[in-house]
């Protein structure tokens, strides 16, 4: 992990942390997450997950160094596209860090670390946390129209599993999902995000989306999820 500036850790804060730390499998399913976002993504050499922590942020996993390099410029100015997009809500795009004019020192910092162009997406996760899924390529103008649909669907994908962990945490009847094991979480957290960037609605109302669709079906909830992400996984392929 790429350490922030030191500071008293929010309650939200923790509870991400906490949470990556409780649920092995979403950190691992976030791992991957990145490195599909990397291999999927023509334009993107390198991808990180930036989470907030104190109002810093911190990058919690990433593929490619470039990524650890440009979040950790951005972390020592505590000013860049990533946290931009954290702190706002909206997609930050660079086509040039050599023209580019905001941000202060940190375009500058970002071409000595190798990024000439960048992609940031906010991740809201309900009330628990925020961050950003943050693309990044060696090359000016690296990123196409088709690149910024399939970066918002990782983002989707990295909020909806960690929405989806804090719901099987905290609530009581989806807590027989905790036993299901990775592959369950993983398949519903796609759903959802996948839901939530379709809807443009919340973690929570997502989820209840699928539950209702679950009990209308009579059909379990993974296997509602898996539907919905194999639909969605066919579109992508037959549209390419």
């Known amino acids: 992990m790429v350490e922030p500036g030191r500071g008293p850790v929010a309650e939200e804060s923790q509870d991400v942390l906490a949470l990556l730390d409780e649920f092995a499998d979403v950190a691992t399913f976030l791992d991957s997450l990145v490195a599909w976002a990397v291999e999927q993504t023509p334009g993107a050499e390198a991808c990180g997950l930036t989470l907030e922590q104190a109002g810093r942020g911190m990058t919690v996993t990433y593929s490619g160094e470039l990524a650890a390099a440009g979040d950790e410029r951005q972390y020592e100015l505590d000013d860049g596209p990533c946290l931009q997009a954290m702190r706002t809500g909206k ?29 940031s997406f906010p991740l809201e996760v309900g009330n628990r ?44 009847e989806v807590v027989d999902l905790l036993n299901q094991g990775m592959v369950t979480r993983q398949v519903i957290g796609q759903a959802v995000g996948l839901l939530m960037a379709q809807r443009r609605c919340t973690a929570e109302e997502a989820f209840d989306m699928l539950k209702v669709a679950s009990q209308r079906n009579n059909e379990k909830l993974r296997d509602v999820a898996a539907r919905m992400v194999a639909g969605h996984e066919e579109d992508a392929r037959t549209s390419r």
């Open 129 to 172: 946390g925020r961050g950003a899924l943050n693309l990044y390529a060696r090359e000016a103008d690296a990123f196409t129209s088709a690149d910024e649909v399939a970066g918002h669907t990782w983002a989707g994908q990295a909020a909806g599993a960690l929405a989806v962990a804090w719901q099987m945490a905290e609530r009581d």
């Open 91 to 119: 997609r930050v795009t660079v086509a040039d860090m050599a023209t580019e004019q905001r941000w202060g020192r940190y375009p500058q910092r970002a071409i000595e670390a190798g990024v000439r162009s960048s992609l």
